[in-house]
């Protein structure tokens, strides 16, 4: 049901895009740390919405349905609004642009698969990739005003962050590949009916 907590942790997760985009666009010291604290926030109820729902048996259709496309909301959104005011260095606009076509592809894939009443299975990789993905956002939205005030000044977060995100591009192609390979095979007729764990991120 859409009043069980983890449905409503995933929907405050959404909520808070809009927030921190306004965050984002005010681009000083203050607002960037409470875009960081919010955002971090908004990253332990990804991990805690799927705990609760398996630890209190209360996974469902829509829950599924919904937390991954939590999760491309707000790092799409967050991603756009970074390249927006500037604040993607060394390169890190191409790396975002990767991440974003990695995710919409999957996106189509998933539909395809929900057609033939089956699903893409998660991978260790995809895991990793949204892990250092929520480090790299995280970096970006500190900037590097807000932590010199905190006596984190020697550590350039802007840089960190943009690295970060190319790192996070790796396993985001490789696992991008695999589910490719997989929903290709399906198309084919190559693959394997019935269902399979799902696709989370």
Known sequence: MLTDL??????????????????????????????????????ITDYLDGMLARRWKQGSELGRMMDPIADKLLVGALLLALAGYGRLVDGALFAAIIILVREIMVSGLREFMASQRATLPSTRLAKWKTGIQMVAIGCLLAGDVMPRQIGL???????????????????TVMSGWGYLV?????????GTNGSSAKLTH
């Open 182 to 190: 997989t929903g290709l095979a399906k198309m084919l007729g190559t």
């Open 6 to 43: 983890p449905n409503i942790l995933t929907l405050l997760r959404i909520a808070s895009i809009p927030v921190l985009i306004a965050l984002i666009a005010f681009n000083n010291a203050w607002t960037d740390g409470i875009a960081c604290v919010l955002y971090i926030a908004a990253c």
């Open 153 to 171: 000044g020697a550590i350039s977060f802007t840089h960190l962050g943009a690295v970060m995100l190319w790192v996070s591009v790796v396993p």
